[in-house]
């Protein structure tokens, strides 16, 4: 049958201590929320809808335009009735996937094991073993091994406390029967919420069947209430990372000291050191080589390239066998053709480099047009700026600047040209001649130097 998946992301997560709502919580530079939504559209259901309550604009806003439909829970009254509120919006008949926007490590895999296995259950039951299950819900099977019910811990007795399988809260109900299970859950409890897996207690009084898988791995139904475990479950995410790199062939310095927070694609005898932070859509082609403390952001680099220590690359494209860095400073709109040298503290922005050329140290190159085989001297300006407008600097092929270099822009800087090291160059300069402006030297032979009153 098709597949409805309702997301809870109502709560307001106070154990965060934060005025954010918890399902924006970031999780390797992606809301928490936005991971259960990828995963979920991963499933191609014919309907997904998010159930939202605190702060409900902000996290609608955040997953906007992804075909989503949006249900408010105004009072948070416990899952089963927010899952009541989402009855009306259901496409009829659908069977229903239950995910929570907490929740952010759960696989495709693991989901579709869940929902592969309906055939004649009313109810299937996503169960985990933790080492210890303090605070879950646990799941009480019969004899031959069929469930029972879900006892939250606070309503447990003393022998219930110690079964070790517990409840994540994913769950999935036959399509023709969720309306009438939901329905007749009601709030006599310890909580005092209609909770949603009273629907197994519902289903096995009449008669039906329900089954509980147990997740492969207890991480992926990790939920996250505060930032201790927001930090580990980010710890979890690094390491998923890091394997899924090595198993495709990258070398990593260290595998627990590197952040992927996107997309990164490799090729082959990519090298990364340790502390490299990636953010975005960052391609590294290959025999890339990452020095330590790098930050990438979507960004693609091209084969043999290297970055040293210490560099920023911002939406930029870099070509083949570029050297960056150390502590170069590449910002967005930058293109690097093949064989460019960006030497130790140069930023680049908005700068399209050519082939060969060279910016070696200390230097500040932003809205220019560089030609190939240029060589910039140490401390050049591109003064591209007059405090409201932006200009460009043209430099064309084989020109070498001088170090201490000002270029005030809109200048062009003519094929093959020499400016002289020292200059402020103001005006356009003709072709393959030496162009400097300096003010004379001169000594003056009866000047003292000063010395310090009594």
Not at 130 to 156: H, M
Not at 380 to 409: H, M, P, R, W
């Amino acid at each position: 049958m098709p597949l409805s998946i309702i997301i809870l992301a109502a709560g307001q997560g106070v154990r965060m201590k934060s005025s954010q709502p918890k399902v924006m919580h970031a999780l390797a530079g992606k809301p928490m929320l936005q991971h259960v939504v990828d995963t979920s559209l991963a499933l191609e259901p014919e309907q997904t809808i998010v159930v939202v309550g605190h702060q409900s604009d902000q996290v609608r806003s955040l997953v906007h335009d992804q075909g989503l439909e949006f249900v408010e829970q105004s009072d948070q009254l416990g899952t089963g009735h927010a899952v009541a509120q989402c009855l009306p919006d259901l496409n009829k008949g659908n069977d229903v996937l239950v995910l929570y926007g907490d929740v952010p490590l759960i696989s495709v895999d693991t989901i579709r094991s869940l929902v592969d296995m309906a055939d004649d259950s009313t109810v299937n039951i996503l169960s985990f073993l933790p080492k210890n299950s303090q605070g879950y819900g646990r799941i009480l099977r019969s004899a031959d091994g069929n469930v029972e019910a879900i006892v939250e811990e606070k309503d447990t007795s003393d022998e219930q406390k110690k079964i070790r399988e517990s409840n994540s809260g994913i769950l999935f109900i036959d399509g023709n029967k969720i309306g009438d299970l939901v329905r007749n859950l009601d709030n006599n409890n310890v909580q005092g919420e209609y909770l949603l897996t009273d629907v197994v207690k519902h289903s096995v009084q009449q008669g039906l069947k329900v089954t509980a898988i147990i997740c492969p791995e207890n991480e992926e139904v990790y939920g996250v209430n505060n930032q201790a475990q927001l930090a580990q479950v980010e710890k979890i995410y690094r390491r998923r990372q890091a394997n899924k790199l090595m198993r495709e062939g990258v070398k990593l310095y260290d595998p627990a000291r590197i952040d992927v927070r996107g997309n990164l694609n490799v090729g082959t005898d990519v090298e990364i050191d340790i502390n490299c932070i990636f953010e975005g859509d960052v391609s590294l082609s290959d025999g890339v080589k990452i020095g330590a403390n790098c930050v990438i952001r979507n960004t693609s680099i091209g084969s043999d390239s290297i970055v040293l220590p210490m560099s920023s690359i911002d939406e930029a494209m870099i070509g083949k066998r570029v050297s960056i860095g150390p502590f170069a400073r590449i910002r967005p709109g930058t293109e690097c053709a093949d064989e460019v040298k960006i030497g130790n503290f140069v930023e680049a922005k908005k700068a399209k480099i050519g082939v060969g050329s060279k910016v070696n140290h200390l230097s500040y190159v932003g809205d220019a047009e560089v030609g190939a085989s240029v060589n910039i001297g140490a401390g050049t300006i591109t003064c591209n700026y007059d405090g409201v407008n932006k200009f460009k600097t043209i430099i064309e092929d084989g020109v070498f600047i001088g170090s201490n270099t000002q270029l005030v822009a809109p200048v062009k800087i003519a094929r093959g040209a020499t400016i002289g090291a020292g200059s402020t160059i103001t005006s356009d300069t003709p072709a393959d001649k030496l162009t400097l402006s300096r003010s004379k030297q001169v000594t003056i032979d009866a000047w003292k130097k000063p010395v310090r009153k009594k």
